[in-house]
């Protein structure tokens, strides 16, 4: 192996790693794989150095379980908002007033955070992320959507480092 190869490998074992499901639309796995990393690819807010599909932990709608996961990945989401929520009320930020007075700095950074997981950007603090709604939650109508066409809808698990 050379050495530039062994370097690498060091590197990207060094980093940390971050775990993410993302729900798509696609006909079948491949195509859903694709249009996940097509996403990361042109995404601009977060860059990856390497991301690797998890092709044995992805899910088809189709599955028994798909139901069950998605959900659970809903609430690990709004776990993670409560937690942004409940470290910016121990910051003393408890009241939309008190934003009028809210300096630059480690607050800011958590009402950033917490903004982007209601306005659908996706983060590096995100766990679960709809592509379909471009969403960190998921609507009825597209529950409903799956349910009618299960076969058209994938979570794909990824691991990624930046």
């Not at 690498?8 to 996940?36: A, W």
């Not at 690990?76 to 121990?90: D, F, M, V, Y």
């Not at 679960?128 to 959507?145: I, K, P, R």
């Amino acid at each position: 192996m050379p050495l530039d190869d062994i370097l690498n490998r060091h590197e990207y074992l060094q980093k940390p790693v971050y775990c993410y499901v993302v729900l798509v639309k696609g006909s079948g796995f491949e195509r859903c794989e694709e249009k996940v990393l097509n996403f990361f690819d042109r995404y601009q807010l977060v860059r990856f150095s390497a991301i690797r599909v998890l092709r044995d932990s992805s899910l088809s709608a189709a599955d028994r379980s798909f139901r069950e996961c998605l959900d659970e990945a809903v609430r690990k989401n709004r776990g993670i908002l409560r937690t942004l929520i409940g470290e910016l009320q121990a910051e003393n930020v408890t009241t939309l007033e008190d934003l009028n007075s809210l300096g630059q700095g480690y607050r800011t950074k958590l009402l950033h955070v917490v903004t982007h997981f209601l306005d659908g950007f996706f983060g590096i603090d995100t766990y679960f992320y709809n592509l379909v709604e471009d969403s960190h939650w998921v609507s009825q109508t597209l529950y409903a959507a799956i349910k009618a066409a299960p076969s058209d809808f994938w979570l794909i698990s990824l691991e990624a480092r930046i």
